[in-house]
Structure formats: C-alpha cells, structure tokens
C-alpha cells in the first residue's frame, strides 16, 4: 500500500456511513491505492455543508484527506460517478448494497485493493445498466472470494481428494469445498448440491462476467447456487450479513 502523506487525494466509493456528534460524519470508504479507510467528514450534516451530496453510500467520489491523530479527515470531496437504479426496483438496490456490504466485510485496511475496487466498480456498473442481476452478483461473490483467497474447490472432493464425477455432490462450507456422495454422507455441515448447480457455480468461477452472463438458468438452480454460496460467505465471515435478509423480504412481496 502506498505511504499516506500528511495531506493526500484519493479516489474511493463510499460503502457507508454514520452520524457524529452534532454535524459531522463518520464514513468507510473503499480506495484503489489505500484499501478500507474510516473518515470523518466535519459539518457534513448541516444545511451549508457542500459536500453532503457527494458522500452518498455508493458513490464514487475523488477526496483530499488530512491525516488526523486517530481518523483521517476529509477536506474536499467531489463526486466522480453516482449508479442510480431503475426506480421501485428494490431487489436491484438490494444486490447493489449486497455488494458494498460484502466487500466492507471481507477488507481490511491496507488491504490487497486495486482488483477488489475495480471489481465493486464493474459490478456497481452492470446493476446500474440494468443487466440481468443475479449472474451480477454471483461473479462478483466468486471473484472477491479468489481475491480474498477463499476459492472454494469444486473439482476434487475436500474429504478424501477423488475428482468429481458428473453427479449430485455435497457442499462443505467448513471444509471449503464439494465433498464427494461418500464423504457427504459423513459431514456434519453438508449440503446436497445439484448437478446442474454444481455445473453453474463451477462455470462462473472460471468464466468471465460475460461468459457467465451468456448462461440461461433456471430461477430453481440459480437459488439453490444463492443458497450455497451463502452457506460459504457466512462461515467465512462467521456471522450473517444484512442484506440477504432485505432481498428476502424484498422478494416475498412479489
């Protein structure tokens, strides 16, 4: 990571904030040179401020920074690129902050971050654009899992190392991988998987966005693909995220 000066700019997308004190803000920000960083924004909340707009969650904005004793301070912000969605499409919003809160869960400060950004950029992009939503997200979840170093094996069982053959399997998110019908049966935490899940998710974790977004899916398969991949991050991260939550209240009212 590059050293940080006493004053210095930075490009970032703004993945959330919250209230300090009387006026001001407090933000966590995602930066292609400087990784995760937590900013306070002074007198951001009163009528005057001029940078309100341009702190918005899921905004990518260009800042100067101030170096402070425990939070660096923002001077300047200007927005570079705002990602507004289809109106009422809350399911879209969902996925959008699903991704923000993902990529907030998995970074650390001073992090790995110049792929991870450009990921989170494309992804903000293609939802945006209006594309198909889940293969969206799906990629996304595989790519920051191999960037974050937690690809999980699908072509060698975790149990016992035998390839995979063309048939139902079982999905270990404590083992990081497909256990094979055998060692399925024994695991504690195994889920069955599909073949044609089991074929989809191996597909988008070696494909490129748009190779996976060639792919028609069944709604079955591509929910059972949501279910397992979330079975993993939550392991992982050893705790449940927010926004999975929203998407299913979001979708219950369809």
Not at 58 to 67: F, G, H, M, S
Not at 100 to 123: H, K, M, N, W
Request: charged residues 25%; hydrophobic residues 40%; contains cysteine.
């Amino acid at each position: 990571m590059a050293a940080r000066e006493r004053v210095y700019r930075t490009e970032a997308v703004v993945l959330r904030r919250g209230d300090l004190g009387e006026a001001d803000r407090l933000l966590t920000v995602y930066s292609p040179t400087y990784g995760k960083l937590r900013l306070v924004a002074k007198g951001v909340r009163r009528p005057t401020s001029r940078k309100a707009g341009h702190l918005e969650p899921l905004t990518r904005v260009e800042l100067l920074l101030a170096k402070g004793r425990e939070l660096d301070v923002i001077t300047q912000a200007q927005a570079l690129q705002t990602y507004p969605l289809p109106a009422g499409d809350l399911e879209r919003l969902g996925y959008a902050f699903y991704a923000v809160e993902l990529l907030d869960r998995f970074s650390v400060a001073d992090g790995e971050a110049r792929r991870p950004y450009r990921l989170l950029i494309d992804t903000l992009e293609r939802l945006s654009a209006g594309v198909e939503a889940a293969p969206a997200i799906r990629h996304f979840e595989l790519e920051l899992l191999d960037l974050s170093g937690f690809r999980p094996e699908l072509f060698r069982c975790v149990g016992c190392s035998a390839e995979i053959r063309p048939e139902a399997q079982f999905f270990s998110a404590e083992g990081g991988g497909v256990l094979c019908p055998s060692c399925g049966g024994q695991g504690r935490d195994a889920l069955p998987v599909s073949l044609a899940a089991l074929r989809l998710v191996r597909h988008y974790q070696r494909s490129s966005y748009a190779a996976s977004a060639t792919v028609r899916v069944r709604p079955e398969v591509m929910q059972e693909v949501e279910r397992l991949l979330q079975a993993y991050l939550s392991h992982l991260l050893e705790r449940r995220l927010n926004t999975p939550a929203f998407l299913l209240r979001v979708r219950q009212l369809d």
